[in-house]
């Protein structure tokens, strides 16, 4: 078990070496901060004065730190999250293989299982840093700019237009941000998985990303309603949480559906991985 | 302490292995060689357990490396014609990395390895910024590590200028020396072979064509470098006697002749004889010959090999 985290840690460190993870957890940083001036231009700001107002509650008391984090949050997940999340994911085994650090790792006395199963954990890991990191600096900047006060939570898709004090804010922000990262794992697995097969890292990464857009527009065709469970992103709604009353059970099972989908990507990830000849 | 057994192995429809068999002994050095797309890189391949054969087993000091990888590879160390690195990070962490697959590696293992090698001024330096032999030598270190029986070289000196060449050529011969390594290397470098290994192996199209000491191969060469007072004269015998004139002082006596005898009739006929030397085998010549029935199906000329089916 030492050997195992003592392997993790190396392969960490090997994630966490290189420049461009760093580089795109500093892409993140600047869209947060463009999306917090966008919100302080007249127009969104006027927009979020009078919702609050039309819905009777001070938009002095919730114009805050958290209302903007959880903007910032919902639309640089949006915008980037799925998109790095897939990019690194991709690389994480097709990469290696492209460079031949695979071979040099497969020539050693461990079983394939073993590297993919350190490889994956590292990928969890990889994506609940960058969402705590997203979040962490969402609230940092948001408490900066506008200081602490009560959370507007509105997503009028989700149906969520709620109010909160501060302390459940923030509660119900670090729970959101939990079940975020659960739930976009499912993005870095797919990545992961195909970048066992045989295929270039960018090739994985692209894959992955069309996936989950043109599942993400199907679901929302009326056409497929009747089938809006069949599709992955129906269940990656992680901003339930912010309902006044959280559907928990509903969350449970849309938890359990991607981690069956993420067990069967690995298990097949592996298998076909197993399979494969590595030869210069 | 490398035994092959009838391995083959085919990549979407085209053979690459046909049944080949080794065996290796502890302390060898045993070269593969072969042009490009011979065989060499998947034999180790599947020497690694990288590649998965069709059929037949691989053996290091016993154990199969498709029934039990992972003991079978504790006894080995490999480097490729050209290894992967993580550039980003330094040559030590590299290594840490590499051999944290193997199990637990003291530092003072890593260090030794690294003053082998003679990287340690530069160890702590990233591997971006290092030169082609160093990564070589950094690529034997991680092979050397954590003390294996057995190191498999798959053309290890590939790219490298004669100095780097010259400086991985010692190192090998030190450690077989000095550690009793078994070596297997692949090189269609064939000077390099020549060098370093006692026994050798060709393969053509994943065939094997010839295995065995380098002596056997030099035993059935049959050029001579003689040097006369009468060039023509003497090429007009040797057309009478069972001698080719190949040019350049060259002549090869033909199977089952005898060079004392055409000597002999030079000194016949009044030709001073002034040298006769064995010319000194040429093994791209050699190899070439080796291969040429498999490639051909020509008859071998002048050089009996164990052609293997």
Redesign the interface.
């Known amino acids: 078990m030492m050997?195992f985290l003592?392997?993790l840690g190396?392969e960490l460190?090997?994630l966490f070496?290189?420049?461009r993870t760093y580089i795109g957890f500093g892409a993140f940083l600047v869209i947060e901060l463009l999306i917090l001036v966008f919100c302080q231009m007249p127009g969104p700001q006027r927009g979020l004065r009078r919702q609050m107002e039309g819905l009777g509650y001070g938009a002095d008391q919730y114009l805050s730190g958290l209302t903007m984090a959880f903007q910032m949050v919902s639309f640089t997940v949006f915008i980037l999250g799925g998109l790095y999340l897939a990019l690194v994911a991709g690389d994480v085994v097709a990469k290696?293989v492209e460079?031949?650090?695979?071979?040099?790792?497969?020539?050693?006395?461990?079983?394939r299982i073993r590297?993919l199963a350190i490889k994956y954990i590292a990928c969890v890991i990889y994506t609940f840093s960058l969402i705590g990191f997203i979040g962490g600096t969402a609230i940092a900047i948001g408490v900066a700019w506008k200081g602490t006060g009560g959370m507007f939570a509105f997503a009028p898709l989700e149906g969520i237009v709620a109010f909160y004090s501060f302390a459940e804010g923030l509660n119900r922000f670090l729970a959101g941000l939990a079940v975020l990262a659960l739930m976009l794992t499912t993005v870095s697995t797919l990545g992961f998985g195909l970048s066992c097969f045989d295929m270039k890292p960018a090739a994985a990464t692209i894959i992955t990303l069309s996936y989950f857009f043109v599942d993400m527009i199907f679901r929302q065709i009326p056409y497929f309603q009747s089938i809006k469970a069949w599709f992955i992103t129906s269940h990656m709604e992680w901003r339930q949480v912010f309902l006044p009353h959280i559907p928990i059970p509903q969350m449970i099972e849309d938890g359990a559906y991607l981690m069956g989908v993420n067990a069967t990507i690995v298990v097949i990830a592996m298998a076909v991985f197993q399979?494969r000849?590595?030869?210069? | 302490m490398i035994r092959l057994e009838k391995i083959s192995k085919t990549?979407n429809g085209k053979p690459a292995l046909h049944s080949l068999s080794l065996k290796i002994s502890r302390g060898e050095i045993f070269g593969l060689l072969g042009h490009n797309g011979a065989g060499k890189?998947?034999t180790f391949?599947i020497m690694?357990?990288?590649?998965?054969p069709d059929q037949g087993e691989a053996y290091i000091d016993g154990i199969s490396v498709q029934k039990n990888?992972?003991?079978?590879?504790?006894q080995?160390?490999?480097i490729?014609?050209?290894?992967?690195?993580?550039d980003?990070?330094s040559g030590w962490?590299n290594l840490?990395?590499?051999?944290?697959?193997?199990?637990?590696v003291k530092k003072s293992e890593i260090a030794v390895a690294v003053e082998t090698v003679g990287l340690t001024s530069r160890i702590r330096d990233s591997v971006r910024t290092y030169s082609h032999g160093m990564r070589q030598r950094l690529?034997l270190a991680?092979a050397l590590l954590p003390a294996p029986k057995v190191v498999?070289l798959?053309e290890p000196t590939e790219g490298l200028d004669p100095e780097g060449i010259h400086e991985i050529r010692t190192l090998i011969q030190r450690l077989n020396r000095e550690r009793g390594l078994t070596v297997l290397l692949s090189s269609h470098l064939l000077s390099e072979v020549e060098q370093l290994c006692t026994r050798i192996a060709i393969l053509n199209h994943g065939r094997l064509v010839f295995e065995g000491k380098w002596e056997d191969l030099e035993s059935v060469n049959l050029r001579y470098r003689i040097h006369v007072n009468d060039v023509a004269h003497a090429e007009l015998i040797a057309a009478k006697t069972q001698v080719r004139v190949l040019g350049d002082d060259v002549y090869e006596v033909l199977e089952g002749n005898d060079i004392a005898d055409f000597v002999a009739a030079l000194v016949w006929d009044g030709i001073k004889v002034r040298l006769v030397q064995k010319e000194r085998p040429n093994l791209e010549a050699l190899y070439l010959k080796a291969v040429a029935p498999a490639a051909s199906s020509k008859p071998i000329d002048g050089l009996s090999l164990s052609v293997k089916p």
Request: aromatic share 12%.
């Open positions: 050997l003592h392997q190396l460190r090997k070496g290189r420049k290696e460079e031949k650090t695979m071979r040099m790792i497969l020539c050693r006395p461990v079983s590297v399979q000849n590595f030869k210069s | 990549f890189s998947t391949g690694l357990g990288q590649v998965h990888r992972a003991e079978a590879l504790a080995a160390g490999a490729f014609e050209t290894p992967g690195f993580y980003y990070l962490k840490e990395i590499f051999t944290s697959y193997s199990g637990w690529a991680q498999l798959d």
